[in-house]
């Protein structure tokens, strides 16, 4: 299981009922729970929808749109049915937040779903799960079940005039499902390779209804939020970045974890008090931000930057998922881009040439690269090849495999040139990537 | 439906979950992928005859299914051991020793990536993030997750599924249930 970590710097909103018991109902609602949805079914949309604009908080899927904003694109009438979606796929690499959400918190997610669903006027909302988070499937259909007979589930919720039905779908294996409208193809049974946009999902989405998808984290908040209120929420967090987020930080640190700190915390901070600083008292040598697909960031970077869409974009990178990943002085950065862009390749779901045939070879010349076979041209290559899948694929995937590429590259040029010459690798033992 | 209700392949349980479970969505179809997987984990792998009953009960064709499957990693056509050893590679990992944790599997178990022990007892698999970067280095066997791991700790962790599948042979189950 899971271990919890803890540091004075945190601010428990999403985190506060980890580690007490709160997957059980009665337990939940002992500390408060379903209170927030009560006050939604007597305040009504616009009020939730207003309160949301108000908390500023911002998606944490990756890529920070306002989730307020995102609730009034939904039109009011609509011929099919509405649906809210909950994003629970979590495969981007360096990210296991929504993880202990669904382990300790798995009601928060049902009343964000509901909340949700008053926003927008759905009937019904769908909790997507990656297959391999089996044991939290099973939790969060318990908790399913047990909301269904309170009552707070169903026909008439809370004893009101308003219906609400709640499905968990697992998943079953593929990164790319994560991605919105391939998530909706896979919960309609189809193989989960994304659709073009326009439409958005806003307004076709799900059985081509209208349809929120949000982040299992940014679904969780929302319960905190109409309880605190979005002010008070937004004021916890930076500049046009409500509240908090769950960091996950792992790799080379004395003290991997999830951690919820404001939004605009302090990265250096985050990495040497936090998390207790670089393992074994090594160098930091570079950090990944926000889950695998986002820009590295070198030691000088980070000195001052808070951790808030804003800043780390204006940094040159991105908060993404908030999946925090720390590299020390020790470790072969062309053996990490190496391992990094293999993923993409792995997950490519085909459809676009610069995406297929780019992380193909861009995953070929790096494994050559790495072994010692390169030649100078070949980093160029590699930077060429990078740049030109940007802007040009169906969805975002072939951006997230180029860009921490392109930032290898360009950040790390005299260690990709250190490799040259048939010379060994200096900086790592070789790694052979086996995965097909 | 009333052929797989009749004749089907799958146990009485799994076969009521089936039922209730198509009539879960607005449309049939989007049971394919639970159902898929959870067949899956009763018969081992999606067989012919799998892929069959599954494409009766949403009325699609077994290239519907198949084509499906093949697109989602954790669905197999062919069975894997008993206790399926999938090692987190990825870079959260791979910087906290994954590879050493791969490689002492492979030699522990005799077995590369995607093999199976000759007792069937075991495959071993290199797989991409499992989602518990920040309890690295981390397996998954079957569904259950082992994280913060040493070689140490993957010895004994082995040793509990090599005794349960001693225990479960010993009552006369079969070692690729
Ligand atoms: C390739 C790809 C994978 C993605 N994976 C996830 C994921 O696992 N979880 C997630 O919440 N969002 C993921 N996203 C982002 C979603 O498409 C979507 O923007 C998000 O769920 C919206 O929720 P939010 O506004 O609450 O962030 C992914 C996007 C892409 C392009
Ligand atoms: S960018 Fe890649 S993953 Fe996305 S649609 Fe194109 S091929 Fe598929
Ligand atoms: S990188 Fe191994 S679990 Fe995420």
């Given at each position: 299981m899971p271990k919890l970590t803890s540091h004075p710097d945190e601010v428990k909103?999403?985190?506060?009922?980890?580690?007490?018991?709160?997957?059980n109902i009665d337990r939940y609602i002992e500390l408060g729970g379903y209170e927030a949805t009560r006050k939604c079914l007597a305040e009504g949309s616009e009020w939730i929808i207003n309160e949301m604009k108000a908390s500023g908080l911002r998606g944490r899927g990756g890529a920070g749109f306002p989730t307020g904003l995102k609730w009034s694109f939904v039109p009011k009438q609509s011929a099919k049915p509405k649906y809210v979606l909950v994003n629970g796929d979590e495969s981007e690499p360096g990210t296991c937040k929504d993880h202990l959400i669904f382990l300790h918190d798995p009601h928060a997610i049902i009343e964000g779903t509901i909340i949700a669903g008053l926003a927008i006027g759905a009937k019904m909302g769908f909790i997507y799960l990656r297959g391999e988070y089996r044991y939290l499937i099973e939790i969060m259909e318990k908790a399913v079940a047990d909301a269904y007979a309170k009552g707070f589930l169903g026909k008439n919720i809370f004893g009101t005039e308003t219906e609400f039905q709640a499905v968990v779908q697992t998943g079953?294996?593929?990164?790319?499902?994560?991605e919105e409208s391939a998530l909706m193809e896979s919960l309609e049974g189809k193989r989960g390779v994304p659709r073009i946009k326009p439409p958005f999902p806003a307004v076709v989405g799900l059985y081509g209804g209208p349809t929120v998808i949000n982040n299992a984290e940014t679904i969780a908040s929302v319960p905190h939020i109409i309880t605190m209120g979005g002010a008070a929420y937004a004021a916890v967090g930076s500049e046009r970045n409500g509240g908090t987020r769950l960091f996950g930080i792992s790799g080379h640190v004395e003290r991997p974890g999830i951690y919820e700190l404001p939004m605009g915390y302090n990265l250096k901070k985050m990495i040497y008090e936090v998390a207790g600083g670089v393992r074994g008292g090594r160098k930091l040598k570079a950090v990944v931000p926000g889950g695998s697909s986002t820009p590295v960031l070198l030691p000088e970077e980070i000195?001052?930057?808070?951790?808030?869409f804003d800043q780390v974009g204006k940094a040159g990178s991105m908060l993404g998922s908030g999946g925090v990943v720390v590299i020390d002085d020790q470790t072969c950065i062309v053996e990490f881009a190496l391992r990094t862009i293999s993923f993409y390749q792995h997950e490519s779901c085909g459809w676009c040439i610069p995406c297929r045939e780019g992380t193909d070879w861009l995953k070929k010349s790096l494994t050559r690269f790495h072994a010692g076979f390169g030649t100078k041209k070949d980093i160029d290559n590699i930077q060429y090849l990078a740049e030109n899948m940007m802007g040009r694929t169906f969805c975002p995937l072939g951006d997230a495999a180029a860009m921490p590429t392109l930032g290898f590259v360009k950040k790390f040029r005299k260690e990709f040139e250190d490799h040259l010459d048939g010379k060994p690798c200096p900086y790592a033992k070789h790694v052979e990537v086996a995965l097909v | 439906m009333s052929s797989a209700e009749t004749m089907s392949i799958f146990s009485p349980a799994l076969s009521a979950r089936f039922d209730a479970l198509v009539l879960k969505y607005p449309v049939k179809r989007s049971a394919l992928i639970p159902m898929m997987l959870y067949a899956q984990d009763e018969v081992g792998y999606l067989s012919d005859a799998v892929i069959e009953e599954i494409a009766q009960r949403l009325d699609l064709t077994m290239l519907d299914v198949r084509n499906v499957a093949?697109?989602?990693?954790?669905?197999?056509f062919k069975p894997v051991g008993k206790y399926n050893v999938q090692v987190c590679t990825n870079i959260s990992c791979m910087l906290r020793g994954a590879y050493d944790i791969f490689e002492h599997l492979e030699e522990k178990l005799g077995i590369g990536h995607k093999g199976i022990t000759a007792d069937g007892v075991f495959s071993l698999e290199e797989v991409e993030c499992i989602g518990v970067c920040c309890w690295a280095p981390a397996i998954q066997v079957n569904y259950d997750f082992h994280d913060d791991l040493t070689n140490d700790k993957v010895d004994e962790v082995i040793a509990a599924y090599r005794a349960k599948a001693g225990r479960a042979d010993a009552k006369g189950e079969s070692a690729n249930a």
């Open positions: 909103i999403i985190s506060k009922r980890f580690g007490m018991g709160a997957a079953a294996g593929a990164y790319e499902v994560g000195e001052t930057l808070g951790m808030d | 093949s697109y989602y990693s954790m669905l197999r």
